[in-house]
């Protein structure tokens, strides 16, 4: 039996979720649905929510309420985005889950010869809960770009993660693809930042400035920094180290992220994992982000977009397929309402939905609905299939389109509605018409991972032996 373990990361639930965790949600749920297909091979899809730190600490007060309340509020916005575009998760990981708590502490316990205790001066950003060097404030005039706060300069006492001493094996690993990182323009990024120096990390907060957070075993003066301890929610929630699941599934096979926290999944994590001895997940897949009309999305510019909105709109297979097929893969994307206003009407409606309803409409029409001996599907997919397997979803998609647009091709070129009114084609109408239908399943076999509920309509519809009329279009225009 194979294993399959994909991972989102864990978003910070001090806001509402927005289009870019939707993104990664469907990317996670398209290679699980994929997997889950191969009939030897046993799928986990794991992701949750990150809920330590200052900016849940701030924003709990601003709410007048408690950092666990926040949280929680929050956490069930993201749990019905789960729900609303169909995401099919088997494991949800709060990081305030005392399980979490506990396996964290073991793990410090596990990194002793690797964590130390020192004194630190920094600039911190708060908005990314990190410090950032002097050169870095400097360029940036001493304010945080993303959130227009300036730094906070600290002085603390702080324990300290020897990143420095594990830096040639992170190297090697990326290097060699022991992590392989996509697309190879993230790679470079990682390898760019190891040649500039390896630093030690600071991994703690004095709890007087901060706490909301792990306590450090064995200091009660000091609770875990958040970014280091939501990283190992990826073991923790699989029981590490003693867990079942974890020796099952363990290590990842592929881990999805932003590219905002490249950093800490491609240096800092790898880093982690090579101190406790452990495998490295095998892909990591960094994904870029989304725009809206060209511009980056923000509440602040009036142009933020909640996935609800499209969903309601488009429904959740319409809104799957956009963004897995316009947004590009391995780059940034845009979504815009007039775009996805001539994506549906042109590729889902014109092309997909019309090739389904007029063959269903053929087969009824001049042959009582029974479908003739469909015959073996035998079209090539391996263009498909490395696309998945190497995180191309606009790739795979783009070879499904090829084959939507062959059915009606081949449809036109058959002419059925001529073959109907010659006696002496039956045989051969039968023929094309079960062979368009061979394709169609073919199809929504294909489109499976991607938009479950439009492909469960057309294998319902076609893999019975007669056809019924729709009852309306599969992608109803308005």
Not at 246 to 271: C, E
Not at 274 to 296: S, W
């Amino acid at each position: 039996m194979n294993k399959f373990y994909v991972t989102t990361a864990i978003p910070y639930v001090n806001g509402a979720p927005h289009l870019g965790h939707a993104l990664e949600y469907i990317y996670a749920d398209v290679l699980a649905r994929y997997y889950k297909k191969q009939d030897d091979t046993e799928v986990l899809l794991a992701t949750g929510s990150d809920e330590h730190g200052t900016k849940i600490e701030e924003k709990a007060k601003e709410a007048k309420l408690s950092p666990i309340d926040y949280a929680s509020k929050n956490v069930k916005l993201f749990e019905e985005l789960l729900k609303l575009l169909n995401i099919t998760y088997d494991r949800f990981i709060r990081t305030t889950d005392r399980d979490h708590e506990k396996r964290v502490q073991a793990i410090w316990k596990d990194l002793d010869q690797y964590i130390y205790k020192s004194k630190y001066i920094g600039m911190y950003c708060v908005g990314h809960e990190e410090f950032v060097t002097e050169v870095f404030a400097e360029e940036n005039n001493g304010i945080c770009p993303d959130h227009n706060r300036p730094y906070e300069k600290l002085e603390e006492e702080n324990y300290f993660f020897s990143l420095s001493k594990l830096a040639n094996e992170i190297k090697s690993a990326v290097e060699k693809d022991v992590i392989c990182i996509l697309p190879a323009t993230r790679k470079n990024e990682i390898l760019m930042l190891l040649s500039e120096g390896c630093e030690d990390l600071s991994i703690s907060r004095p709890k007087e400035k901060l706490s909301w957070g792990i306590p450090v075993p064995g200091d009660t003066k000091h609770v875990i920094y958040v970014w280091f301890e939501a990283l190992l929610n990826y073991i923790t929630v699989l029981g590490y180290p003693d867990g079942p699941d974890f020796k099952k599934f363990w290590p990842a096979d592929v881990q999805i992220i932003g590219k905002d926290v490249l950093r800490f999944h491609g240096l800092i994590w790898p880093g982690i994992l090579l101190a406790l001895n452990l495998e490295l997940p095998k892909i990591l897949y960094v994904h870029g982000h989304v725009n809206v009309d060209g511009k980056k999305m923000g509440k602040s510019l009036g142009n933020a977009i909640a996935p609800s909105e499209i969903v309601d709109k488009y429904g959740v297979d319409a809104y799957r397929y956009y963004f897995m097929r316009h947004i590009p893969s391995y780059s940034d994307g845009d979504f815009s309402w007039k775009r996805i206003e001539e994506v549906y009407n042109n590729e889902l409606a014109n092309e997909l939905g019309n090739a389904v309803g007029r063959v269903a409409a053929m087969i009824v029409r001049y042959q009582e609905g029974v479908i003739g001996e469909i015959p073996a599907s035998n079209h090539d997919t391996h263009q498909y299939d490395v696309a998945l397997q190497s995180c191309r979803f606009d790739k795979a998609l783009d070879s499904v389109w090829e084959q939507v647009r062959g059915v009606n091709q081949y449809i036109d070129t058959q002419k059925p509605w001529q073959l109907a009114k010659d006696e002496n084609e039956k045989e051969h109408l039968r023929e094309v018409l079960a062979y368009a239908v061979s394709c169609l399943l073919e199809i929504a076999d294909l489109l499976s991972p991607f938009m479950p509920v439009i492909s469960k309509k057309m294998d319902d519809l076609f893999s019975q032996k007669k056809v019924a009329l729709l009852d309306s279009s599969l992608f109803p225009k308005e």
